[in-house]
């Protein structure tokens, strides 16, 4: 039998860069960088998010009234996706792997990057199951995730 493989998304097999999503937010924000960068990377909102309890549309009014940003949808999305770039000897190893390995993929992520995930990096079509947070309504570490 092959062995299984589990990979996280971000920051393993996409690189991430907040920079790309926190300057632009803090331009058009009324708040420092400071606070833009701790809000989205580390905020009760992303987290909510990311447990699947906002829709895409309440994740984007949320975070721009937190951050005091008068910020389109479509504009958001945007910038929102910006932090994700493919690691591209990741990507090659994953299609590697999936020729004789089963692939899960278990990641702290939002209804937002993971659409944009699986429409641009093609590379994720490897995997054969998903363990995604915002589906299962469950944060990594905690153990019941695993189960």
């Not at 699947?52 to 005091?68: D, M, V």
């Not at 090659?92 to 089963?102: D, I, N, P």
């Not at 993929?105 to 429409?119: F, K, P, R, V």
Request: glycine share 6%.
């Amino acid at each position: 039998m092959a062995a299984t493989i589990i990979f996280d998304l971000g920051g393993v097999l996409l690189h991430l860069d907040w920079h790309k999503a926190c300057t632009p937010l803090a331009e058009l924000s009324n708040q420092s960088y400071e606070a833009v960068s701790t809000e989205v990377r580390n905020g009760p909102i992303v987290q909510s998010s990311m447990l699947g309890q906002l829709t895409p549309q309440e994740f984007h009014r949320s975070i721009c009234a937190k951050i005091q940003a008068d910020v389109a949808f479509d504009q958001f999305i945007d910038i929102w996706n910006r932090i994700l770039r493919e690691d591209e000897d990741m990507a090659a190893l994953v299609k590697e792997l999936g020729r004789c390995h089963r692939l899960i993929l278990a990641s702290n992520t939002d209804g937002i990057h993971i659409a944009h995930s699986m429409e641009n990096f093609e590379f994720l079509g490897a995997f054969d199951r998903y363990f995604l947070s915002n589906e299962m309504g469950l944060l990594k570490p905690d153990p019941t995730y695993f189960q």
